[in-house]
C-alpha cells in the first residue's frame, strides 16, 4: 500500500522537472518519511538483495553527496575546467576559500533527494509477493488512464483549465499531470507495457478481452495525442513485447481460436485508425514528423560534446549542465531560448559526472540487462520491467526522462520486478498445474489445490512463469 501510494503521489507532484520544486518536494518529503518508517526494510534490502545492484545504487547515492563535500583551493583550483570559477573568484579576492566538486551544489543536492522517492519504492516493493506486484501494474495501467483521462479534458478547454503547470497553459498537446509531453507520453508508453505483462492468457474473461483492448486503444490515443515523435515511435516496444509473449504462449500450433482473436485485434486497431485519420489533433500529431528542419537537438549534442571535454574526466556535477553548457555553446548555435538539458541523457551525464557517470551507467546496463534477458526467456511480469528499461533507455537518447520524479519512481517499481524473479518464478511453479510427460505438451487447468509442476526453469515444458499464475479463477478477479 505504501509502494502504491507513492507511485500516485509522484504521479499527482513528480511530473514538472526540475522546474516545479515545490511540487517536487512534496514527492521527495513522502519518499524520506516512508523510509524513516521503514527502517527494517531499509536495511534488509542493503543486506539481502542481490550485491551487484547492491553496489549500484549505493554509489549512485553517493555520488552526489561526495560531490559536495568541500575541497581545500589547491585541489578543486586543479580540477579540469574550473578555470572560470577561479578567475571569478579572484576579482573579489576571495579565491582562496573551499568550494565543493560540483559547480552547483544548490542542483546537486536536490538530485540527491530526488532519488529518495526511488529508494522507497525499489526498497517496499522488490520483496512482495507475485500478486502483490501484479496489483502495483495495475497500479501504472490505472495512473496511465488518469492522465489520458485528464488529458482529454484539458484538451476541452484548450489547456486552459485543470492544467497542472504554468508552462503547458495554452497547449495543443495533451498534458495530463505533466508539464513535458515527451515524459507524457512515455508513461503512457509504459501503461501500456504493464498492461501486456498483467494480461492473462489463459481461461480470459469477457471483461479482461474487452476492458484490455478499451484500455490499450486509449492509451495509444493518449500517446498521439501527446504529439510526442519519440513516444510514437515507441509504441513499437509494448508491441513487440505482446507479439513475444503471445508466440511463446502459443507455440508451437496456430489453432482456430488464436487466429480468430488475433483478427479481432487487427481489426479493432484498424477501426480505430480509420475514426482518427481524420482528426485535426490526430493530424497536427504525425505532421510533427515533417519538421525535421527545425531540429535543434543535433546542435545541443555538439556544443555538449565540447563541453565534457573542458571537464573531462571527472565533470562538472551533478545538475550543472545549465550553467556550464552556456560557456562553450557555439555562437552560431545560439537561439531566443536556453537549451537548459543536453536533450541526450547519455552525454548529460558524462558532462555532469565524467568517467564515473559512463561507469555508473554501464554498470545499470549490464545488471538491468542481464536480469532483462532472464525475464523473457522466464515471461510473466517481468517482462514489464524489459519493457520498461528498453522504453527509458531509448527516450534517453533525445530526451531526459529520469529527471522527472514520476519515472524515477515508475523505474524503480519495474527494477523491483526483476530482483526477487527467481523466487517468484518459484512461487509460480508450485502453483502452476501438473505437466503432461511430452516435451511440449499443453497443460491441463489447475485446480485449487495448487499441484506442482514439473518444468524446469528455461525448458519448454514448462509454461510462461506469468501465465499458469493466472490459471485459478481468483488471479483473474
Given at each position: 500500500?505504501?509502494?502504491?501510494?507513492?507511485?500516485?503521489?509522484?504521479?499527482?507532484?513528480?511530473?514538472?522537472?526540475?522546474?516545479?520544486?515545490?511540487?517536487?518536494?512534496?514527492?521527495?518529503?513522502?519518499?524520506?518519511?516512508?523510509?524513516?518508517?521503514?527502517?527494517?526494510?531499509?536495511?534488509?534490502?542493503?543486506?539481502?538483495?542481490?550485491?551487484?545492484?547492491?553496489?549500484?545504487?549505493?554509489?549512485?547515492?553517493?555520488?552526489?553527496?561526495?560531490?559536495?563535500?568541500?575541497?581545500?583551493?589547491?585541489?578543486?583550483?586543479?580540477?579540469?575546467?574550473?578555470?572560470?570559477?577561479?578567475?571569478?573568484?579572484?576579482?573579489?579576492?576571495?579565491?582562496?576559500?573551499?568550494?565543493?566538486?560540483?559547480?552547483?551544489?544548490?542542483?546537486?543536492?536536490?538530485?540527491?533527494?530526488?532519488?529518495?522517492?526511488?529508494?522507497?519504492?525499489?526498497?517496499?516493493?522488490?520483496?512482495?509477493?507475485?500478486?502483490?506486484?501484479?496489483?502495483?501494474?495495475?497500479?501504472?495501467?490505472?495512473?496511465?488512464?488518469?492522465?489520458?483521462?485528464?488529458?482529454?479534458?484539458?484538451?476541452?478547454?484548450?489547456?486552459?483549465?485543470?492544467?497542472?503547470?504554468?508552462?503547458?497553459?495554452?497547449?495543443?498537446?495533451?498534458?495530463?499531470?505533466?508539464?513535458?509531453?515527451?515524459?507524457?507520453?512515455?508513461?503512457?508508453?509504459?501503461?501500456?507495457?504493464?498492461?501486456?505483462?498483467?494480461?492473462?492468457?489463459?481461461?480470459?474473461?469477457?471483461?479482461?478481452?474487452?476492458?484490455?483492448?478499451?484500455?490499450?486503444?486509449?492509451?495509444?490515443?493518449?500517446?498521439?495525442?501527446?504529439?510526442?515523435?519519440?513516444?510514437?515511435?515507441?509504441?513499437?516496444?509494448?508491441?513487440?513485447?505482446?507479439?513475444?509473449?503471445?508466440?511463446?504462449?502459443?507455440?508451437?500450433?496456430?489453432?482456430?481460436?488464436?487466429a480468430i482473436a488475433a483478427g479481432?485485434?487487427?481489426?479493432?486497431?484498424?477501426?480505430?485508425?480509420?475514426?482518427?485519420a481524420n482528426n485535426q489533433r490526430?493530424?497536427?500529431?504525425?505532421?510533427?514528423?515533417?519538421?525535421?528542419?527545425?531540429?535543434?537537438?543535433?546542435?545541443?549534442?555538439?556544443?555538449?560534446?565540447?563541453?565534457?571535454?573542458?571537464?573531462?574526466?571527472?565533470?562538472?556535477?551533478?545538475?550543472?549542465?545549465?550553467?556550464?553548457?552556456?560557456?562553450?555553446?557555439?555562437?552560431?548555435?545560439?537561439?531566443?531560448?536556453?537549451?537548459?538539458?543536453?536533450?541526450?541523457?547519455?552525454?548529460?551525464?558524462?558532462?555532469?559526472?565524467?568517467?564515473?557517470?559512463?561507469?555508473?551507467?554501464?554498470?545499470?546496463?549490464?545488471?538491468?540487462?542481464?536480469?532483462?534477458?532472464?525475464?523473457?526467456?522466464?515471461?510473466?511480469?517481468?517482462?514489464?520491467?524489459?519493457?520498461?528499461?528498453?522504453?527509458?533507455?531509448?527516450?534517453s537518447i533525445t530526451d531526459y526522462?529520469?529527471?522527472?520524479?514520476?519515472?524515477?519512481?515508475?523505474?524503480?517499481?519495474?527494477?523491483?520486478?526483476?530482483?526477487?524473479?527467481?523466487?517468484?518464478?518459484?512461487?509460480?511453479?508450485?502453483?502452476?498445474?501438473?505437466?503432461?510427460?511430452?516435451?511440449?505438451?499443453?497443460?491441463?487447468?489447475?485446480?485449487?489445490?495448487?499441484?506442482?509442476?514439473?518444468?524446469?526453469?528455461?525448458?519448454?515444458?514448462?509454461?510462461?512463469?506469468?501465465?499458469?499464475?493466472?490459471?485459478?479463477?481468483?488471479?483473474?478477479?
Amino acid at each position: 500500500m505504501q509502494a502504491g501510494i507513492l507511485v500516485l503521489v509522484g504521479l499527482l507532484f513528480g511530473g514538472g522537472g526540475s522546474g516545479a520544486g515545490l511540487a517536487n518536494l512534496v514527492v521527495q518529503l513522502a519518499g524520506l518519511a516512508i523510509l524513516a518508517i521503514n527502517g527494517p526494510a531499509v536495511a534488509a534490502f542493503f543486506r539481502t538483495a542481490p550485491r551487484g545492484l547492491v553496489v549500484l545504487v549505493a554509489l549512485t547515492l553517493l555520488l552526489p553527496l561526495l560531490q559536495l563535500v568541500p575541497l581545500p583551493p589547491a585541489i578543486w583550483q586543479a580540477l579540469p575546467g574550473r578555470e572560470f570559477v577561479g578567475q571569478s573568484l579572484d576579482l573579489t579576492g576571495g579565491s582562496d576559500v573551499w568550494m565543493p566538486f560540483s559547480l552547483d551544489p544548490n542542483r546537486t543536492a536536490i538530485a540527491f533527494f530526488a532519488l529518495l522517492p526511488a529508494l522507497a519504492v525499489l526498497v517496499l516493493a522488490w520483496q512482495l509477493g507475485r500478486e502483490d506486484k501484479r496489483q502495483l501494474l495495475m497500479l501504472v495501467v490505472a495512473c496511465g488512464l488518469i492522465v489520458v483521462l485528464l488529458g482529454a479534458q484539458q484538451l476541452a478547454t484548450g489547456n486552459r483549465h485543470l492544467v497542472f503547470y504554468a508552462e503547458t497553459i495554452g497547449s495543443l498537446d495533451l498534458q495530463g499531470t505533466f508539464a513535458n509531453r515527451n515524459t507524457g507520453g512515455l508513461m503512457l508508453d509504459i501503461a501500456l507495457v504493464a498492461l501486456v505483462a498483467v494480461f492473462p492468457l489463459r481461461q480470459i474473461r469477457a471483461i479482461w478481452t474487452l476492458g484490455g483492448m478499451a484500455t490499450a486503444v486509449l492509451l495509444i490515443v493518449g500517446v498521439v495525442l501527446t504529439r510526442s515523435r519519440t513516444s510514437m515511435l515507441l509504441l513499437l516496444v509494448p508491441a513487440a513485447l505482446a507479439a513475444w509473449r503471445w508466440v511463446r504462449w502459443r507455440r508451437p500450433t496456430l489453432t482456430r481460436r488464436t487466429a480468430i482473436a488475433a483478427g479481432a485485434v487487427v481489426l479493432v486497431l484498424a477501426g480505430a485508425a480509420s475514426l482518427l485519420a481524420n482528426n485535426q489533433r490526430v493530424q497536427s500529431a504525425f505532421g510533427r514528423f515533417d519538421a525535421v528542419e527545425d531540429e535543434q537537438r543535433p546542435l545541443i549534442w555538439k556544443d555538449t560534446v565540447a563541453a565534457s571535454r573542458r571537464y573531462w574526466p571527472v565533470g562538472s556535477g551533478i545538475g550543472s549542465f545549465d550553467d556550464v553548457f552556456q560557456a562553450d555553446e557555439a555562437l552560431e548555435n545560439l537561439s531566443y531560448g536556453r537549451a537548459q538539458r543536453a536533450h541526450d541523457d547519455f552525454l548529460e551525464a558524462t558532462l555532469e559526472s565524467g568517467l564515473v557517470g559512463i561507469a555508473l551507467v554501464l554498470g545499470w546496463a549490464f545488471v538491468l540487462g542481464r536480469l532483462g534477458v532472464a525475464a523473457l526467456r522466464r515471461g510473466g511480469i517481468g517482462l514489464a520491467g524489459v519493457g520498461t528499461f528498453a522504453l527509458v533507455a531509448l527516450q534517453s537518447i533525445t530526451d531526459y526522462p529520469l529527471r522527472s520524479q514520476t519515472l524515477l519512481c515508475l523505474f524503480a517499481l519495474m527494477a523491483a520486478l526483476l530482483i526477487g524473479a527467481e523466487r517468484d518464478e518459484a512461487e509460480s511453479r508450485r502453483g502452476a498445474p501438473e505437466q503432461g510427460g511430452k516435451k511440449g505438451a499443453r497443460s491441463r487447468p489447475a485446480g485449487r489445490s495448487g499441484s506442482r509442476g514439473t518444468g524446469g526453469r528455461g525448458g519448454r515444458s514448462g509454461q510462461e512463469d506469468g501465465l499458469t499464475a493466472f490459471a485459478p479463477s481468483e488471479r483473474v478477479s
